[in-house]
């Protein structure tokens, strides 16, 4: 994975996944009620995932293999904390 990260085109990956990713929502709520995403949580998730790309990309470049590894870590941990409190609010609660 690291040497995908190098790679030139690595920015690129990263803008199309987080799209694809985006569509499984956007495709979602065409067929079920049970979705409901406004255009502030699609730019909000599209700005997460494609900070959270390009910070492994430039940590892949800049660090030696294993303080990437540990870095990453420390990424996707962040990562799945702020998806889950933006989604239900695990430690703060910003609507009441």
């Known amino acids: ?3 995908t990260l190098q790679r030139k085109t690595a920015f690129a990956w990263v803008l199309l996944i ?24 699609f730019i909000t998730m599209g700005a997460l995932l494609l900070v959270v790309g390009a910070l492994l990309i430039l940590l892949a470049r800049k ?10 870590i420390v990424v996707f941990l962040g990562f799945i904390y702020v998806w889950a409190e933006l989604a239900v609010g695990v430690f703060f609660s910003f609507d009441s």
């Open 1 to 3: 994975m690291r040497e």
């Open 18 to 41: 987080t799209c694809g990713l985006l569509l499984i929502p956007l495709v979602g709520m065409q067929y079920s009620n049970d979705i409901h995403w406004a255009l502030s949580d």
């Open 63 to 72: 660090l030696p293999k294993r303080q990437f590894q540990m870095a990453a």
